[in-house]
């Protein structure tokens, strides 16, 4: 029987980078560490980070929170948008 190999992330790093976001990951010890980052057209920018024992793990941390960043900024400008 074959065993399964550890999932790498590399394609929610993938779609991180279809996203618009640039990740750098390292490692530190027996973790690997990333931290993401997204320019926004008005001149802001977005961070992401996160701290894993495996490069999956670490690329699923990343992406969840780009997905609730992206969350959090459309009900901020969506609210905004209500209020005017």
Do not use: K, N, S
């Not at 065993?3 to 027996?30: S, Y």
């Not at 926004?40 to 996160?50: C, M, N, P």
């Not at 969350?71 to 948008?81: K, M, N, S």
């Amino acid at each position: 029987m074959a065993t399964r190999a550890r999932p790498t992330g590399e394609i929610l790093h993938l779609w991180l980078r279809v996203l618009g976001w640039q990740v750098e990951t390292g490692r530190d010890g027996d973790y690997v560490v990333g931290v993401g980052t997204h320019f926004q057209a008005d001149g802001g920018t977005l961070r992401i980070g996160g701290c894993a024992r495996g490069e999956g793990e670490l690329a699923l941390q990343l992406f969840e929170q780009a997905m609730l960043t992206y969350t959090r900024v459309y009900d901020e400008a969506l609210d905004q948008l209500t209020a005017a």
